[in-house]
Structures are given as structure tokens and as C-alpha cells.
């Protein structure tokens, strides 16, 4: 298993009328959160682009336990649970400054060729990176 903790503070435009965190600004928030663990592996989306490569998500799951506010700041913790073959899933958790745990998601992303729009398998680099840290 591989975790990453990215810490960031909500911003006044990520908030509703109410005051809360707009419920669709934490899709954002894990995009933020697995960015930043395939970037320990070295692997980007602008790097995987140049590779022909889109990474689009096919599923997102979220649960929504408490409300986040302006200001707060967050840790973003995600999960990846198992290496990579066509697909890739993260699990999410993220927390307010005071260590609430405010939501639970999950995505699932596919690997597909840019030209001809196929699912294919992770590349070997990456994946041969996660089993090394992941058997660790």
C-alpha cells in the first residue's frame, strides 16, 4: 500500500451560500491527492500525455461525513492499494486541521492510447516503480 498526504487550504470560492465546501470541489481535491502520488513515481499526466497516454476517470464514489469551511486547511490522504494493470484506483480520506475526518471516496482511472482510444496496459516503468515501494 502506498499513501500520500497533500495539505491544502480551502479557498473562499471553493464555498457555497451555506458556508460549506461545495460538495463538488472535493472531486478537485482528490484530483490534487493522486497528482501528487504519481508525481513520487515521476509519473505526471503531462508525462504521460506526451506518451500518448489519457488517464480518464470511469468512476468516483464519495461520502460525505462532515463539512469542510473557508480557511480550513486540509490534509488530502490517498490510497493506492494495489499496482496497476488497465486500471487504477485511489482511495481517499481527508481531514480538517483538527483531524476530523470530514470524507471517504474513491476513483477509478483507466489507461487508454490517444489514438485509438483503447484501454491499455500502465506503463512498465511506473508500474515496476509501485511493486518496488509497494513490497517495501
Not at 489519457?54 to 488530502?76: E, G, R
Amino acid at each position: 500500500m502506498i499513501v500520500n498526504n497533500t495539505n491544502l487550504r480551502v479557498r473562499y470560492g471553493e464555498t457555497d451560500k451555506m458556508g460549506y465546501v461545495y460538495y463538488g470541489i472535493f472531486a478537485e481535491y482528490y484530483e490534487v491527492g493522486r497528482t501528487e502520488l504519481m508525481r513520487e513515481f515521476g509519473l505526471t499526466y503531462k508525462e504521460i500525455e506526451k506518451n500518448g497516454i489519457m488517464l480518464p476517470v470511469v468512476s468516483m464514489n464519495i461520502k460525505y461525513l462532515k463539512p469542510a469551511f473557508y480557511d480550513d486547511f486540509l490534509t488530502i490522504k490517498t490510497i493506492l492499494e494495489k499496482v496497476p494493470s488497465i486500471k487504477i484506483e485511489f482511495k481517499y480520506e481527508i481531514y480538517n486541521q483538527n483531524n476530523e475526518l470530514l470524507n471517504l471516496g474513491e476513483t477509478t482511472l483507466v489507461f487508454v492510447d490517444e489514438k485509438t482510444r483503447k484501454p491499455r496496459k500502465a506503463p512498465e516503468d511506473f508500474i515496476l516503480d509501485l511493486k518496488r515501494k509497494i513490497n517495501n
